[in-house]
């Protein structure tokens, strides 16, 4: 059943912040994987489309490095923004890897590529190029599982288990089709454990819940755009869980009906709570993996926290001001 608990309130009107005008190298991190075939070709076109505008563009495919060189572009003032050239899995190795204040932005070479549709950012260089030209900075929360930071959705469950043997046996670019099998399996031999999910907000009432599927999001967005948590927002330094209570093959195509038409939270036997973090842990010893942006993150037990503001992208002043965000200097 829905909790009640409202967003938090806000201050005054958060403002976006201009790029730097002077800053012109350009830090591009490529997913091996996701950046080959007509993947590699694009971003060959966005390098020099950038080069075009007089932005140096340096490719890395080191996370290490990544991070060395974001550090020491930052300090001296020249980093325009670093680009995440793959799909949601890239752009959470960016966060990871990036210190706090640094401009990210998305070239879209994944399946999903969920940030990039809520950014609008777009699979073409001409996307790359107004970003990084026109483009303002906002800041948006992130939140981290354990000792690892992501920008849209933490999963418990089925789903993490079908995400984690994808993940196990990938030799390439992960498609729509590559989860088919992995689901059939685990659809198969899935037991459905028991988890347990209780909010580590001490200003709210407490929250716990039992079930065999759990969520948190940051964003109004999961796999096939599932309205899971579609009262989600970036803004508000809050996770919006749902725990859903039953745990077999059939209830799972319901528990989707219901998503579908956007009335999942009236169930007696949904449970959603709006907090500053989670504790999600089994309820009866089992193994169960999770994900974070779809990519695998581990076994329970684990606790979230949101994190306000970690997420600074680069998006069009148009997108700025759909995200509730005034112009700034």
Known sequence: MPDATPHASFAPPRKSRSLNPAAAKVLMLVNRKAGAGRGRAIVEQVIAALAAERLEVEVINDLAELHDATQRLLSDGALRGVVAAGGDGTIAAALNHTPLGTPLAVLPLGTENLLARYLQHLRTPKSVVDLLTRGVVVALDAARAGDRLFSIVFSAGLDAEVVRQVHEHRRGNITHLAYALPLL?????????????????????????????????????????????????????????????????????????????????????????????????????????????????????????????????????????????????
């Open 185 to 329: 399996k685990s659809i198969g031999g899935y037991q459905f454990p028991k988890l347990r999910v209780t909010s580590l907000d001490d200003s709210c009432e407490e929250f716990t819940a039992e079930g065999t599927w759990a969520f948190a999001m940051n964003l109004p967005r999961y796999a096939m755009n599932l309205p899971i948590a579609p009262g989600a927002v970036g803004t508000d330094g809050l996770l919006d869980a749902c725990v859903l209570e039953r745990g077999t093959l059939q209830s799972g195509l319901w528990y989707l009906g219901h998503v579908l038409a956007r009335r999942h939270h009236l169930l007696d036997h949904v449970y959603t709570a709006r907090r500053t973090g989670f504790r999600i842990e089994s309820a009866d010893g089992a193994s169960i993996p999770f994900q974070v942006d779809g990519d695998p993150g581990g076994m329970l037990p684990v606790e979230i926290h949101s994190l306000p503001e970690r997420l600074q992208v680069i998006v069009t002043p148009e997108v700025a001001t759909r995200l509730g965000f005034a112009a700034g200097e």
